[in-house]
């Protein structure tokens, strides 16, 4: 698979695949989930650390993006440097970074650092620089798999531009953060995929409606199934929906009908997650900046986090965050530009909280066309 896609894999932080130093430590995330605003961390489990080390990760691909948790640490009202971090791809270092100052209240989903990489395998080293007033946590990986790699027993990332998701004609805007959404009663949405689960993360979004709305899910024909849309005083990023029963492992179809109406809270699509999918799962559009061959040498950040310039940090899909860009040779300037301004209206999407929604993802998020 080339790293022109609208899907990627996501890699938890408790995969074999991160390879964690000293002083880390895995926990589970649920009370924190509770407290944010931004979605649950993903698989509801976090490796954290209070001390300066590191993890490794090894992955064959075409671009990356690391998610975390953030707890901003305040003193006087003005956030401390602490932690740091440092992501080494290929030898080639993306910058020091740090929690920025607006980032005031905990995060989840939350993208450190993220590049476009040329094709092939790739070595993440990622360093920390913490202690125990300010510890740090890693969440997931999420990146762009080449054509040959083991795809087995793995979760990816649909977002809803993918061409294998169907909407009813003219019954879904596009909506703040690129998310679909309706408020048409009867309006569907169809999805083919091969899997043996799926969940559907969209946004709940403060003010929209004051009326509690539902809608159904079906599975290859099955009896419907309801579930909720309800109003909130504060706006969700990242909001589980609703997540199906495990399924046989194979092709299925899900076809979901909004029940609600104009004055009600609106059925919203950011993306999927598909789990135990293979490579078979779909065509794969177009990415913002795509080198062919093995990584290049030259690097360029865009900032996830804040460097020593004060770059910000946002969150994936650098859909919520600044992503550093290992980009080759071959590309040239002017793919560099467009890079550069793809991630700062990405970065807008993500970075205001309040009625719009969380800063951020999605994480636990790169944007489509550019990045349970």
Request: net charge negative; proline share 4%; charged share 10%.
């Amino acid at each position: 698979m080339a790293s022109s896609s609208f899907r990627r894999v996501v890699i938890d932080d408790t995969d074999s695949l991160f390879q964690y130093g000293a002083s880390w430590s895995v926990e589970s995330s649920a009370a924190r989930d509770a407290t944010v605003n931004s979605g649950p961390a993903f698989d509801q489990t976090l490796h954290r650390t209070a001390a300066n080390t590191s993890l490794t990760v090894n992955f064959s691909g075409s671009d990356f993006m690391v998610s975390s948790s953030v707890t901003p640490i305040l003193v006087n009202d003005v956030v401390q440097k602490f932690p740091e971090w440092e992501c080494i791809v290929d030898g080639n270092s993306l910058g020091v970074m740090s929690i920025d100052k607006g980032i005031t209240q905990p995060q989840n989903n939350l993208g450190i650092c993220s590049s476009v990489l040329g094709d092939g395998p790739h070595e993440l080293v990622l360093k920390v620089t913490t202690n125990a007033i300010s510890p740090f946590w890693i969440d997931a990986i999420q990146y762009t798999p080449s054509a040959n790699a083991d795809l087995s027993n793995t979760t990816f990332k649909v977002y809803n531009s993918d061409p294998n998701i169907q909407f009813s004609n003219n019954d879904f805007a596009t909506g703040t953060y690129g998310v679909k959404l309706t408020q048409t009663t009867g309006a569907t949405t169809t999805f083919n995929f091969v899997g043996k689960s799926l969940t559907w993360v969209g946004y709940i979004f403060a003010g929209y409606a004051n009326v509690s709305s539902s809608a159904t899910y079906s599975i290859d024909n099955a009896p419907s199934v309801s579930f909720a849309l309800p109003t909130s005083g504060v706006s969700f990023g990242n909001s589980i929906f609703f997540k199906t029963p495990e399924l046989s492992l194979g092709p299925h179809t899900l076809v979901v009908t909004h029940q609600g109406n104009n004055k009600t809270m609106p059925l919203v699509l950011d993306y999927f997650f598909v789990s135990n999918t293979t490579a078979a799962t779909g065509a794969a559009p177009t990415t913002a900046s795509t080198t062919s061959g093995t990584s290049t040498t030259g690097s360029s950040t865009t900032g996830i986090g804040s460097d020593t310039t004060g770059s910000s940090i946002t969150s994936f899909r650098s859909h919520k965050n600044n992503t550093g860009a290992i980009i080759g040779g071959v590309i040239g300037s002017v793919a560099v530009i467009l890079f550069a301004v793809l991630a700062f209206f990405l970065i807008k999407r993500r970075s205001g909280s309040g009625s719009k929604g969380p800063p951020m993802k999605e994480y636990r998020d790169y944007e489509q066309d550019g990045a349970n």
